[in-house]
T-cell receptor
Framework: GAVVSQHPSRVICKSGTSVKIECRSL??????MFWYRQFPKQSLMLMAT?????????EQGVEKDKFLINHASLTLSTLTVTSAHPEDSSFYIC?????????FGPGTRLLVL | AQSVTQLGSHVSVSEGALVLLRCNYS??????LFWYVQYPNQGLQLLLK??????LVKGINGFEAEFKKSETSFHLTKPSAHMSDAAEYFC?????????FGAGTTVTVRA
C-alpha cells in the first residue's frame, strides 16, 4: 500500500513555543491530506482538511489561527501548532487517500511542558 | 452525516478463540467501510475495506468482515486469535472523503 510519513515522531516543547509537524506522501501525490488528533484511549478526531494550493478547511471547534496548515506541494503538508500549551499535548496523525483507501502516517506525539 | 458505533470498548479473548468486533454505521448513501488497527504509539493500519461488490471482505492477518446492509453492520471477525492481535481496532465510514471513526475497541488476548 501507499506510504505516508510524519516527522518528527515525538516532540517536547515549552509552553508558548510553536511546533511544526510534517506529513509526506512518499510514493504518491496527494492533493488533499487530513490532520487528526487523538487523545489517550480515545478515537481519532478530524481537525482539518489540507488542500494543495489553497486554504485548509477546519472542522468545527478547531482554531485555525492556532493550528496552521500549509500544503505547499503534492507530497507535503505541514501542521504548525502555534503558541503551544499543555492542553495541546496529544497524538497528531495525518492521512491521505490513494484510490479507495485512506493511508495514515505513524503519528507525532507532542508533549508541551 | 455518517456515524459509527462500535459495541464494546474492550474485548478479551483467549489465544485461539474467535475474535468478534461489532460495528454499526449510519449513512445516507452507500457507504465505504473500513477497519483499521492501531498498535501503541503508532498510526493506523488498514485491515480491510468494503466499497462495492462482494459483501464478505477478507483482509490481512486472517481478519474478515461482512457488510450487511439490512442490519447496517460491518462486524469484524477472526477465527483464531493470536497474541499479536492485541491492539486497538477502529471501524470507520467515509463521507465525501472524510472518515468518521468509531470510538474504538481494545482487544486483549489471554495466553
Amino acid at each position: 500500500g501507499a506510504v505516508v510519513s510524519q516527522h518528527p515522531s515525538r516532540v517536547i516543547c515549552k509552553s508558548g513555543t510553536s511546533v511544526k509537524i510534517e506529513c509526506r506522501s512518499l510514493d504518491f501525490q496527494a492533493t488533499t491530506m487530513f490532520w487528526y488528533r487523538q487523545f489517550p484511549k480515545q478515537s481519532l478526531m478530524l481537525m482539518a482538511t489540507s488542500n494543495e494550493g489553497s486554504k485548509a478547511t477546519y472542522e468545527q471547534g478547531v482554531e485555525k489561527d492556532k493550528f496552521l496548515i500549509n500544503h505547499a506541494s503534492l507530497t507535503l503538508s505541514t501542521l504548525t501548532v502555534t503558541s503551544a500549551h499543555p492542553e495541546d499535548s496529544s497524538f497528531y496523525i495525518c492521512s491521505a487517500w490513494q484510490g479507495e483507501t485512506q493511508y495514515f502516517g505513524p503519528g507525532t506525539r507532542l508533549l508541551v511542558l | 452525516a455518517q456515524s459509527v458505533t462500535q459495541l464494546g470498548s474492550h474485548v478479551s479473548v483467549s489465544e485461539g478463540a474467535l475474535v468478534l468486533l461489532r460495528c454499526n454505521y449510519s449513512s445516507s448513501v452507500p457507504p465505504y467501510l473500513f477497519w483499521y488497527v492501531q498498535y501503541p504509539n503508532q498510526g493506523l493500519q488498514l485491515l480491510l475495506k468494503y466499497t462495492t461488490g462482494a459483501t464478505l471482505v477478507k483482509g490481512i492477518n486472517g481478519f474478515e468482515a461482512e457488510f450487511k446492509k439490512s442490519e447496517t453492520s460491518f462486524h469484524l471477525t477472526k477465527p483464531s486469535a493470536h497474541m499479536s492481535d492485541a491492539a486497538e481496532y477502529f471501524c470507520a465510514v467515509s463521507d465525501d472523503y472524510k472518515l468518521s471513526f468509531g470510538a474504538g475497541t481494545t482487544v486483549t488476548v489471554r495466553a
